[in-house]
Structures are given as structure tokens and as C-alpha cells.
T-cell receptor, first 111, second 114 residues
Framework: KNQVEQSPQSLIILEGKNCTLQ??????????LRWYKQDTGRGPVSLTI?????NTKSNGRYTATLDADTKQSSLHITASQLSDSASYIC??????????FGGGTRVLVKP | ETGVTQTPRHLVMGMTNKKSLKCEQH?????MYWYKQSAKKPLELMFV???????ENNSVPSRFSPECPNSSHLFLHLHTLQPEDSALYLC?????????????FGPGTRLTVT
């Protein structure tokens, strides 16, 4: 069964600090992995997409990594800002278009 | 804003009511999706439309009835819902229904069934 597990479920950090979110998946055969940011009351917005051959991809202060061998991905937030407070969702697509969503990590950045 | 709009943003309905959720995309996309997002649960894909044809129905109860009159509009008709149907309903669109195309989400409709 295809599954995507995210950890931690929630995270509180101080403004300016870094944090790392984890995503482990069992989706097979793998096509790609996306990280989405979902602000409260809004729909998810894509941050990065990674394919099998990509190990690292950055989007501003967000850096995603992918280890296709261990089926793990991480999202690193550098120098967090109050606007980073949101839910971060890992989504893995299998070959054949089937999407499996993680439960998300809720991040709260405090001043 | 992402170019995908949803109305209404909030809806409270009784179990005997009939209502409809509306989604409109201004991106020229050919695929549209309905998702359900319940508290503390992953997003659940409900329906997929590609070129106005329904291509996927993920075991959704018949009290949810989708309609795609054209490539820009998607509706979700609701009738005789249950309290456990209370959730955020998200619409999304993508250029094509293929893995390399990003899905763009609307802001969602927060539905409460009383």
C-alpha cells in the first residue's frame, strides 16, 4: 500500500531559526515528489518538485532533499520568518499519476 | 492568488439541504480535481476530470455529485450530507492530467454540516 508519513506533526520554532521537516514514503513505482505550503484558509501552493535523479532543490529559503534509495525527503527552512507559519504537505506521485498525500507538518514561527 | 477561485468560501448546511460548490480556473488548464481535506488527515482525492470527462472517482459516496460543464468550471453538488462530511473542499487544476504538470489549488470551501 502506498503511504506517505510526515514528521513531526507540528513544530514551533523561534523566528530566525532553521528547521527540517521529514517525509518518508513507500510509493512505488516512484515518479516525483512535491512539497506544498498551505497557509491557513488557503489552498496548497507548490514549493518544489523533485524527480528520481534529483538530490537537492532550493526555492529561496526552502531546500528540499530526496534520497530515492531510502525513500526519504526533507524540507529545510532557513532563517525562518513569521510568514513561514503554515502546514507543509509532502505529496508523492507514482508512475501512472496516482497521488499519495502526507498528513502534513504544521509549523508555527514565533517572534 | 493562484488563478483558481472557489465559491462560496464558507458554507453551513443541514443534512437535508441541497447545495453546490463552484470552482473556476482562469489558467487555460485541461484537468480539474476535487479534494477533501479533513482535520488532521491527508488530502483525499475525490474526482478527476480531464478534458471535461470524468476519469477518476475514488469511491466517493453518491451524495457528492460532480459536474464539469466546460474546461474552466467544476461543480460539486451536495445532498443529504452527513456531519462527517464537514471538511475543507479544495479544487485544483493542472495543464494536463500527467505527472509532470503542477496542480494549482483554489482557496477551498469550508463546509460544515449540522
Amino acid at each position: 500500500k502506498n503511504q506517505v508519513e510526515q514528521s513531526p506533526q507540528s513544530l514551533i520554532i523561534l523566528e530566525g531559526k532553521n528547521c527540517t521537516l521529514q517525509c518518508n514514503y513507500t510509493v512505488s513505482p516512484f515518479s516525483n515528489l512535491r512539497w506544498y505550503k498551505q497557509d491557513t484558509g488557503r489552498g496548497p501552493v507548490s514549493l518544489t518538485i523533485m524527480t528520481f535523479s534529483e538530490n537537492t532543490k532550493s526555492n529561496g529559503r526552502y531546500t528540499a532533499t530526496l534520497d530515492a534509495d531510502t525513500k526519504q525527503s526533507s524540507l529545510h527552512i532557513t532563517a525562518s520568518q513569521l510568514s513561514d507559519s503554515a502546514s507543509y504537505i509532502c505529496v508523492v506521485r507514482a508512475a501512472g499519476n496516482k497521488l499519495t498525500f502526507g498528513g502534513g507538518t504544521r509549523v508555527l514561527v514565533k517572534p | 492568488e493562484t488563478g483558481v477561485t472557489q465559491t462560496p468560501r464558507h458554507l453551513v448546511m443541514g443534512m437535508t439541504n441541497k447545495k453546490s460548490l463552484k470552482c473556476e480556473q482562469h489558467l487555460g488548464h485541461n484537468a480539474m480535481y476535487w479534494y477533501k481535506q479533513s482535520a488532521k488527515k491527508p488530502l483525499e482525492l475525490m474526482f478527476v476530470y480531464s478534458l471535461e470527462e470524468r476519469v477518476e472517482n475514488n469511491s466517493v459516496p453518491s451524495r457528492f455529485s460532480p459536474e464539469c460543464p466546460n474546461s474552466s468550471h467544476l461543480f460539486l453538488h451536495l445532498h443529504t450530507l452527513q456531519p462527517e462530511d464537514s471538511a475543507l473542499y479544495l479544487c485544483a487544476s493542472s495543464q494536463e492530467q500527467q505527472s509532470r504538470y503542477e496542480q494549482y489549488f483554489g482557496p477551498g470551501t469550508r463546509l460544515t454540516v449540522t
